[in-house]
Nanobody, 126 residues
Framework: QVQLVESGGGLVQAGDSLRLACAAS????????MGWFRQAPGKEREFVAG????????TYPSSVKGRAAISRDNAKNTLYLQMDSLKPEDTAVYYC???????????????????WGQGTRVTVSS
């Protein structure tokens, strides 16, 4: 059974940086497309970053482009999300998502993902 465990969330101030980690069981973090999503209270789950199976392709929405970077460490079966210049509107629970897609594309829709972590809360104070 695939398990994804996020860590690294917390309370930070606007302008700070944060790196979230997602430890994956098995090789899902190495061989398949993965992503990060977030959900703020009362809002739908939002795509934050995606990385293709090979790691060569990444995609970000305009809301975080230039401030977010997704990466993977194959040796550690771990996915990362670096967030810089954090804003209060970045406050949300951040979820790691795994798929069984090994193609060249990057998945951006939550329904494309099969596995989800429990989430890690990020709160950005102004």
């Amino acid at each position: 059974q695939v398990q994804l465990v996020e860590s690294g969330g917390g309370l930070v101030q606007a302008g700070d940086s944060l790196r979230l980690a997602c430890a994956a069981s098995g090789r899902i973090a190495n061989d398949y497309a993965m992503g990060w999503f977030r959900q703020a209270p009362g809002k739908e789950r939002e795509f934050v970053a995606g990385i293709g199976a090979s790691g060569a392709r990444t995609t970000y929405p305009s809301s975080v482009k230039g401030r977010a970077a997704i990466s993977r460490d194959n040796a550690k079966n771990t996915l990362y999300l670096q967030m810089d210049s954090l804003k209060p509107e970045d406050t949300a629970v951040y979820y790691c998502a795994g798929s069984d897609y090994s193609g060249i594309g990057v998945l951006t829709a939550p329904q494309s993902y099969k596995y989800w972590g429990q989430g890690t809360r990020v709160t950005v104070s102004s």
